[in-house]
């Protein structure tokens, strides 16, 4: 046993001699005597003994002095005031958290009473998508086809993806070398655009974002619409006599008086792209979609693609024009993904009626972003409403789709349907690609005279768009060989007269009649693509005979306008007639029947959708 359990024991320094334990003299018991008796608990000695032993492993005979006591009681006070200050400590902790969730129930009754304020100024909302009950699986599939279309906000800015392209070091040694004078006052940060150091401080633009009251809000959907306030209402009507004066130096004049106005950037930016200065035009189109966004209402939401905004009125088509240009914009710079996610966010804006024919260009940015699975579910989750696979790009894109996850069987089903259906992209594709065709297929009439005899003008549009844009995705090295084989393929069941050959070979024929809707003269129009062009009879329809305007491309049938436009003619009963045709044979089936569903162009307003 150590000294220092001695010490305990006998509480003194003065121990019995070990070999004294026999001896029963009177010296023995009067030293016992003489020791101070210490009262203390044995049981200390089991929960210690380890510890101490431990210390005392190298001193076990040598006895504890006075100075080493004084220490031992030293530390034990130090310990005990170490303790106190933590407990002091804990409860400083403890009534500063209180504190901290006074304050905090405190800002969020203030923000609370703030919601209550807007909401009674702009309009109650309605509950969110979360708060709707899902009762029957009808519902849920609903669900499901809006979730498809929500957006991810680190993928809405294309600094983001050149950085992951790039790496950031170089991006922002970039920036820093284009950056100009900083300006003073300060810029609110944006999902959709990154806000420049030379733009000028937002101050009150006039223009504003609001709940749209008119429209009737169900299953979680909201609508939502801008306002256009005194001052930017003065702006709007400047510009408009700009416009109609046919001046260039009017436009830069009004952009530099009113720097935030967004039509007057829209028709300069048009101006600078006439002009080959992409630069500057994607510049006026970014400061143009920020004054968009630096509008929004607090309630309006880009990810959940519950919000909507309603394209016949016309203070609304600014931001679907302006979206549009600035996702070709950023997809021109390579940032695929974030065209992808912009180009979902356009479409969920008013997913029926498409007013700008999204779906004819979303499938390209998806090959290119990589997203193979999201379209196979986009598409799936679609078809039913929007008969997606009668486009040419997505009954080819979905096919590569597949073929690209590695789904032969399907990829190649798939395929062979759309060289069956839509036989003029073949050639065409290919004199893109710079692949020169083998003799068969040259020589077949099927993929050239036959093609071109059942393949309707406006079918043919289609096909141009399709190939002019996406040609890219087909001249990769493990893609040609595989379209040759299917090539093949299809040849073979041609000439063995299979009847499906047949039976796309009437579906095409009954379909696709009639001049093109005016959604995809729009999309025409804002994509500016080489070899895709439109007769200028073509877009002299009702209710606009005038030019076309690119703030304003072609305004819908059922327009509601804010603004009069002296050159705009609103003669809706013969553009109906001239548009009728092409939407019913659409949807005719081959026995010549039509349809009982919305087919991809048919919405709400037939004569309106694509």
Known sequence: MSTRYMKKVYGSNVFPKTNDFDDTSDNEETTIRDVKQKKFNTFTLLNNSSEDEKQDITDDNDVVSQEEEENIEKGQKEEIKRKKKKRQRKNRNQNASQNVGATKIDSE?????????????????TPSTSQVVIEDSTSIV??????????HHKHLNPINELKRIFGSKTVQAEENKQRGKRRTGHLKKTWLVSPKDSWLPFAKTGLSMMLDTSMASQGGIQYFMYE??????QAQMKFIQAVESSDHENIISMVNQHPCHVDALIQLSELCKLSEDLATAAALIERALYTLEYAFHPLFNLTTANHRLDYRKQQ???????????LTFVGGRACYRTSLELSKFLLSLDPVDDPLAVVLMIDFYALRAREYEWFIKFCNLWESTRNLTQLPNIAYSLALAHFRLGEQETANELLQNALLMFPGVLMSLLDKCSVQTDSRVQGHDYFNSKAA?????SLEKLQDLFVNRSYHVWKEAEVLPWLEKQVNIVLDRVDSKD????FYQNKRIKRYQGKLPRNILRHIILSDLKGVTIAVSETQQAPSNGPILSYDPLPPLE??????????????????????????????DVGGNTPDFNGFLVGDNPEENA
């Open 142 to 151: 609903l669900k499901s086809k809006e979730e498809v279309l929500s957006v």
């Open 453 to 457: 005899n059942t393949t309707s003008p």
């Open 499 to 502: 009847e499906a050959v047949k």
């Open 109 to 125: 009754d203030e923000i609370e009473r703030t919601v209550r304020e807007v909401n009674k100024l702009l309009g109650e909302p």
């Open 559 to 588: 327009t509601i306008d804010i603004y009069s436009n002296p050159r705009a003619s609103r003669r809706i009963n013969e553009a109906s007639n001239v548009l009728s045709l092409f939407f019913t044979s659409l949807f005719r």
């Open 228 to 233: 256009h306030g005194p001052s930017y209402r």
């Open 316 to 326: 609304n088509r600014s931001f679907y024009v302006v979206l549009f240009k600035h």
